[in-house]
């Protein structure tokens, strides 16, 4: 079988991650259930991240998609405004989002084979890995896959197709990406009838005019058809409603194909290159787990603040613990704006929420791990973020805020 080389081509026994929890999320005050989640959101780099997660899930993950930076060496912003203009990029607020550049294409090779190494070693037996790419190297990646799970592992190429303004003038447009569906053995999940589609209106009519269309094979034409192995979904524009700013988002329209073919209730779903959180999201909202990873503060900030309008409780795990300012009264900070927070016996109140992007609270702080009872995010497009979070309180409150900015804050007081 052909096999890609390239320069220093490895795969080593990388160090695991010392992950620390620092919060436990609840979403929407459910409270404390007894039970550990099962559920983790984690931040560093993947690659360790994946090498902590063998002992406990090696061969136990039921599906992987996987939507790695692209080749494009290019470096992506995440938009923080509201209500600007599209057409004029200049004035947009942005903040950093995350690095696709290289030293060359043997390094982005070594890059993604590694880290494709260890997600087959997490993938059970019967599961399914999603890659995503395009035409940067979506090619080179195909035989990496070959190489990791045998030739015989590709289940679907498939092509997402879109539509867009483009500065080609060249050539035609670039308006596809590839994602590789590959098993890692016969049994594999695949649930046809959780993907089915109506047919086309002009199919339906053919059938019903003439006893010889489809060559006397009449389909099943109430119950729809799988869909084909091209995908025409919409990017998240900037008025979608599902729109969060992070870029290279992904819809999840996208995700919930691939999730509700490829898995099933109760199955451990995972995306080791988040990003905006839209796999966890769609898991947790059709009844998986979910195991989702990424190096950058803002993927991570932006995947917690979405899961935050599930049902679905998490862990928040970080390699290092984050950068945060502290304080046991009310914040006053350089540009004179504070936070003035109120308590009751049944809320807690945050009376100016000028550049909060996301806050929440621990209702009976006991200092080790943060306890997220309830949280309130700001809308991406437009509205106000909650101010009242609706919970009992106890003897010591933490609260945590997190600008737009991305500037974290804690505040502890004392009932």
Not at 223 to 237: F, L, Q, S, T
Not at 242 to 248: A, S
Not at 274 to 280: D, H, K, N, R, W
């Amino acid at each position: 079988m052909p096999e890609l080389t390239w320069p220093g081509k490895r795969l080593t026994e990388s160090t695991p991650a010392s992950l620390i929890t620092e919060a436990v999320v609840f979403p929407r005050g459910q409270g404390y259930p007894s039970d550990q989640p099962r559920n983790r959101l984690l931040q560093g780099d993947n690659l360790a991240v994946m090498r902590s997660l063998l002992p406990e899930y090696e061969g136990r993950v039921d599906l992987i998609y996987a939507d790695p930076p692209f080749f494009t060496n290019r470096k992506f912003h995440a938009r923080i405004g509201r209500g600007e203009d599209s057409r004029k990029p200049e004035q947009w607020k942005l903040a950093e989002g995350y690095q696709d550049n290289w030293d060359g294409l043997d390094a982005y090779l070594q890059f993604l084979y590694e880290r494709l190494a260890l997600m087959t070693r997490l993938l059970a037996p019967n599961g399914t890995l999603y890659l995503h790419l395009d035409w940067h190297a979506d090619s080179y990646a195909r035989v990496i896959l070959d190489e990791l799970l045998g030739p015989d592992s590709l289940l679907n190429e498939i092509i997402w197709t879109y539509h867009g303004p483009s500065p080609i003038r060249t050539a035609f447009n670039r308006k596809h990406d590839t994602i590789l569906a590959c098993v890692k053995g016969p049994k594999y999940t695949f649930n046809a009838d959780a993907v089915r589609e109506p047919y086309n209106p002009s199919t339906v009519k053919t059938f019903a005019s003439s006893s010889k269309a489809g060559f006397g094979k009449i389909p099943n034409l109430a119950r729809g058809k799988v869909p084909e192995d091209w995908w025409y979904i919409p990017v998240v524009a900037r008025l979608h409603n599902e729109r969060t700013g992070y870029p290279t988002q992904k819809p999840e329209a996208l995700l919930e194909r691939i999730i509700l073919a490829s898995s099933n209730p109760g199955d451990m779903v995972a995306d080791f290159f988040c990003g905006s959180g839209t796999t966890p999201l769609v898991a947790a909202r059709t009844g998986r787990r979910f195991l989702a990873a990424d190096e950058t503060f803002r993927a991570i900030h932006t995947t917690r603040k979405r899961l935050a309008e599930t049902d679905a409780s998490f862990t928040l795990e970080r390699v290092s613990a984050p950068s945060m300012h502290f304080a046991s009264t009310t914040i006053r900070r350089a540009s004179e704006t504070t936070f003035d927070l109120r308590l009751s016996d049944e809320s807690i109140h945050l009376g100016n929420s000028a550049d909060v992007d996301y806050w929440e609270a621990d209702p009976d702080w006991h200092g080790k791990t943060f306890l997220s009872a309830d949280q309130a995010a700001r809308p991406a497009r437009r509205g106000e973020i909650r101010r009242e979070l609706n919970i009992k309180v106890g003897r010591r409150v933490c609260v945590r805020l997190v600008t737009v900015k991305g500037q974290r804050f804690q505040v502890e007081l004392n009932v």
